[in-house]
């Protein structure tokens, strides 16, 4: 099925006028929705309990109030909120042209794509080959769901990328984790840059990695449905106790070597003098396993779940 677009803009390109259609990038009902069921097998709906009268408090009734102390609020009505909301505008406003790099990836949000509308094929691809060219992308304001976003609009080769941005109090600045940073030795640095270029990549491929968990839940929704009995997987145990540290020349050494035993001692490790380099670190229990790769030939979604879609 073609993708529907959700909105209709207007790029502003100095005075170049751009209409385009907007479009989600993301699909999000890809993951695997369950329901919530009562013990009859019937489906549950959600109920507002008043906290003082127990009372079902109809949605169509409420209004919204910001506690500025505890247990005091003010208090706003639909129409009071709705007033204060920015108006939506199809007028997307270019601001700035910035190096592409300059935005951090954390502050990315919703991403969207662009098509040319009727007459916006031309200024359309002027803009994509002039950010491509330039190595630049645009920077505009975008005013939708009453409330004025920040995007990034950006070049790729199929089009144009219309990356929504957080703002910096949306952001939780890294320093604030007070992160101390260990001096490592010339030995060990050079051991980890051979294990990088030994596994090194020229790009990222998505299609290379596959959702483990959700060919597992979809496998078990066929099996339940062909009433069969439904296996847990259990948690692999972790190669290494909390308690143990690993001497992290041995470590580097045998990633490098592609052997998965090195040489473990009982923690505490020995204290050492500041001015020598550490190279024992402690091993916490694995939590979660690698993302794992996909084979070269595309994976199904069980036949019995595709059919229902």
Not at 158 to 165: A, H, K, M, R, S
Not at 213 to 222: T, V
Not at 237 to 257: H, N, P
Request: aromatic fraction near 6%; glycine fraction near 4%; hydrophobic fraction near 40%.
């Amino acid at each position: 099925m073609p993708a529907r677009s959700i909105a209709s803009l207007s790029l502003s390109f100095g005075l170049v006028s751009i209409p385009v259609k907007l479009y989600t990038a993301t699909e999000s009902s890809s993951d695997v929705r369950f329901h919530m069921l009562a013990p009859d097998g019937s489906r549950v709906k959600q109920q507002y309990v008043s906290e003082k009268t127990g009372a079902v408090v109809e949605r169509s009734s409420m209004n919204k109030g910001y506690e500025f102390e505890k247990d005091r609020f003010v208090v706003f009505t639909s129409d009071e909120l709705k007033a204060l909301e920015d108006g939506a505008s199809h007028v997307v406003e270019i601001m700035a042209f910035i190096p592409e790099k300059a935005v951090d990836p954390v502050y990315y949000d919703k991403a969207y794509y662009i098509a040319p509308d009727k007459r916006g094929g031309k200024p359309y691809s002027l803009l994509q080959q002039a950010l491509a060219e330039s190595g630049r992308c645009a920077l505009a304001k975008w005013a939708a769901k009453g409330k004025t976003r920040i995007v990034q609009v950006r070049p790729e080769a199929d089009g144009l990328v219309f990356q929504q941005l957080l703002y910096a109090d949306e952001v939780r600045p890294l320093k604030e984790l007070n992160i101390e940073h260990v001096q490592v030795s010339d030995a060990e640095l050079k051991l980890a840059l051979q294990i990088i270029e030994q596994g090194a990549e020229d790009n990222y491929d998505p299609t290379a990695y596959e959702d483990e968990e959700k060919k597992r839940i979809l496998a078990a929704i066929d099996e339940k449905i062909e009433g069969k009995q439904v296996v847990t997987n259990e948690p692999a145990e972790a190669s290494t106790g909390s308690g143990q540290v690993i001497d992290l020349m041995d470590a580097l050494r045998a990633s490098l070597k592609g052997t998965a035993k090195v040489k473990t001692t009982a923690a505490p490790a020995p204290k050492r003098r500041s001015a020598e380099p550490m190279t024992d670190i402690p091993v916490a229990p694995k939590t979660r396993k690698p993302a794992t790769r996909a084979a070269k030939t595309p994976v199904e979604a069980p036949a019995k779940v595709r059919a229902r879609k």
